[in-house]
């Protein structure tokens, strides 16, 4: 049942404690949603405790996702009144300039909702700069989209003319609902309104906007499709011989995936990405379904919830990107090749 109340947050962010502790190598994600449900709850200091325990140089891993981490920190913190602690830690998340946009997206958005439009406007700048190459900057990837849409809400917010980022904004816009009708900071006022016309106007606004928060939230998780890097794959077949029949070669292996990719893209699926395995991960999952390693079947439903996890990568990479079977080189030079 879906949580609604503190009760069933706290709930269910125990529940996620408890499951990171049964999956270690799944524990980051797993701890992220945990604090999440506790932030919901109203409980922020245990949250802020999850999120210091990721960070923590104790930890069993590494974070994989560190700066993530510190801007979901230090938002948190902002909301139970830590504010000098939490601006700290966002000009730490913007003087590393990370290459990944959900940082930026979350430091930016804390700043503006306590009124630092200027600085959010500044922060959402930085990354849209940073971030949009040549490659995609008339096509942002869906990650890099919110960077574009905060950004035109703030500048909206502070009366600032329209630039080409705006422009690029509203175009990639899917809204029903122009973009500046959806950050018009006049709408609270047609809220009191007595005319029925601004009403109904309003009423469409709100409409369109939940419309594209679902869209957001029902994105699904990719097809993936499961990698074992080499070692990995070794040891699978070392414990459990019989599935040597499914993984010939590791050169075969890679060469599956890749071809399998692109029969897929070429036939109108959307969302494509690979998940990498691990053989006591693989255990585990067999383990939780009352089945054998060595059943055949399980392989794709283990990539599914590696992937309804969060640890899919999208495919293909960029032709100037790493290659993601692990090589060294660069995706065009090495699986991406004609």
Sequence with gaps: MRPDTPADHIAEAERLERTAGLYPEDAEQLLLQAAAHLELAGERD??????????????ASPASA??????????????????????????????????????????????????????????????????????????????KRPLLFGRHRVRRLLGAEHDSWDALADEISTSPVPLDELHDPKRIWSLGSQDP????????????????????????????????????????????????????SHEAHLSTIE??????????????GIVTGTVPSY??????????PTDVSLLPQYATTLAARGRAVGWPPRGDEGCWCGS????GECHGRP
């Excluded at 071809?259 to 494509?272: C, H, M, Q, V, W």
């Excluded at 999952?285 to 054998?292: C, N």
């Design 46 to 59: 245990r949250a802020t405790t999850l999120y210091d325990r990721l960070l923590s140089p104790e930890a």
């Design 66 to 143: 560190p700066l993530l981490i510190r801007a979901l920190k230090a938002s948190n913190l902002w909301e139970y009144g830590h504010e000098a602690e939490a601006r700290a830690i966002i000009d730490g998340v913007r003087a590393a300039a990370p290459r990944d946009p959900a940082p930026w997206v979350i430091v930016a958005e804390s700043l503006e909702s306590h009124d630092e439009l200027t600085q959010a406007q500044e922060t959402f700048t930085e990354a849209v700069e940073l971030l949009l190459t040549e490659t995609d900057v008339n096509d942002p990837s869906y990650e």
């Design 259 to 272: 071809s399998s990719l692109r029969e897929l893209a070429a036939s109108g699926t959307p969302n494509l």
């Design 197 to 248: 016309a601004e009403l109904r106007a309003e009423i469409s606004r709100i409409q369109a906007e939940l419309g594209s928060y679902r869209e957001a939230l029902s994105r699904p998780f990719p097809v993936a499709i499961l990698h074992w890097p080499s070692t990995e794959l070794e040891e699978l077949l070392t414990a459990y011989p019989s599935l040597e029949s499914e993984y010939p």
């Design 283 to 292: 255990e585990a999952f067999a383990a939780s379904e009352g089945s054998e």
């Design 328 to 331: 060294g080189r660069v995706y």
